[in-house]
């Protein structure tokens, strides 16, 4: 690697476009020099100037044939034979309308089809056609009237055959569609929550009044920029073919729903039976995690927010669903700031019995603080208290527990698992992983650790599983097998110290020698070994301190044993 600079490298790639007579010099190193500014130093250091210009010149090639409005994307395998330079990897260029999340979105693509991103360059232009400045820095033409264009250029896992191509370009039309129709109707669908609360508000409804007004509140928060919206659609409960349906409004897509993606009305007979039970149950809000992860902005699983609809008489007849990802600062906030989430927590502070302000209520506040904020939307006070009261319970113990809970709709179940944190790495959380889709018949679609000062560390898993709830896991089982997955040869060796020597002599020995014994006399020997050496030590003649102790290894055969 050579010590030139990023300043010199790009120097050196105007250069080479003087050299290879690309005509209008001054606008093809302004073009350059925007092209490559926030690019990695040491990512152009490791690249032919060559490849750099050409790389550069091809997406501003496509950039003067794009039409606003219009997504163009060119993947393939460069090579000098037919485009001049090359490239080790496959090369992805993206032009599109400079719009909010979309190289997080475009990676997110890539790596959702399992492929390793080498390099990311993405400059903002400006699309100066119009007065035949073509696409150039839009800092130095503040005055021109054109649009702001995004150009995306990404260097991915090599791609060998033309299908593997392909695919990636279709998987990234799809996600720019996505974007595009996430960014247009954003503010309706903002509209939308507004407006719902609007006519909630004071309206006759089947809910206790608290629980209204905290709605209406709710459906605000989010559209002070708590939430992005990314999809919206109404339904409405109606007879299709002798069956009860849920069915689409028409016309009332926005975001990602704006077109049905299959049948517009699905029977409720179709729906798990724990959804079936959902649809006709007064409760305001339907709050939960949707089964498949969104393709714009981040890729966590879509947040599910319905507010039901309901008749004079005040029978559901339908849905207002929005799809969508809390903000950043939902994930901030205190718990007491969140509406909703502020009303459950409130319930369960006092129904702890706690002293306020005491040592055991802000233990239990700290609880809560920590607690998986989306998952907080959709417990009850009960099941909360459950929980909470349980991990309180622990008592910085060193011991494994599992809190588990199925699901509104019973798609999947969310496990909280705690262990020691001496215990906590990746081949144990691979193992926490099988025991869990073994016991609730899934698979585990998501989780996340947390590991802090705490002698304890919190797993937290997401299970997608058949069982809805109606046949029941012994957590109790589960937390044993979890127990002897973690076990480890120290816990063997203060179990075995004990039963030898006796609870009171047995825990004294364990202190002496508990941390004497080195990772090679671990491999070699059991801990019923160790607690015989431990008894021999203790043994030793005190004036002499030295002692024997012959052994042979188990076995039918030794060298002495004759036939």
Known sequence: MSDRNDNDVVDDIVQHSRLASTGDDDRVESYLRSYFRHVDPADLDERRVEDLFGAAADHGRLALAWTPGTDTIVVRNPSVETDGWENQHTVVMLVVDDLPFLVDSVTMEITRQGHGIHLVVHPIMLDGRRADLG???????????????????????????????????????????????????????????????????????????????????????????????????????????????????????????????????????????????????????????????????????????????????????GEHRFLGLYSSQVFIRSVTEIPIIRRLVAEVRDRSGYPVNGHDEKRLLAILESYPRTELFQLTTDELFDTAMGIARLQERHRVRVFSRYERFGRFVSCLVFLPRERYNTDTRHGIQELLTEAFGGEVIDWDARVTESVLARLYFTVACVNDGTEQVDTRDLEARIATLIRMWDDDLASEIVDAFGEGLGIDRLHRYGRAFPQAYKVAFDPRAAVADIDNMESLDTKLGIGLSVYREPGLFSSSFKM
């Open 135 to 317: 696409i150039t820095d839009p800092g130095t033409h503040p005055d021109v009237d054109g649009g702001l264009v995004s150009l995306i250029y990404l260097e991915i896992d090599k791609q060998s055959g033309e299908h593997e191509l392909e695919a990636v370009e279709a998987g990234l039309h799809r996600v720019l569609c996505d974007v595009r129709a996430a960014v247009e109707d954003w503010q309706p669908m903002r509209d939308q929550a507004l407006r719902i609360a609007d006519e909630i508000q004071g309206s006759d409804l089947p809910v206790a009044p608290a629980d209204l007004a905290e709605g209406v509140e709710f459906l605000r928060w989010l559209a002070d920029n708590h939430f992005t919206f990314l999809g919206y659609r109404e339904y409405r409960l109606a007879d299709v073919d002798g069956e009860e349906s849920l069915c689409h409004v028409e016309g009332s897509g926005l975001g990602i729903l704006r077109s049905p993606n299959g049948p517009t009305s699905r029977p409720l007979s179709d729906l798990p039976e724990a959804a079936q039970r959902q649809v006709h149950d007064p409760r305001l809000f339907n709050l939960t995690s949707a089964d498949s992860r969104a393709t714009v902005h981040r890729a966590a699983f879509l947040e599910y927010v319905g507010i039901k609809i309901f008749d004079a008489g005040g029978a559901v007849i």
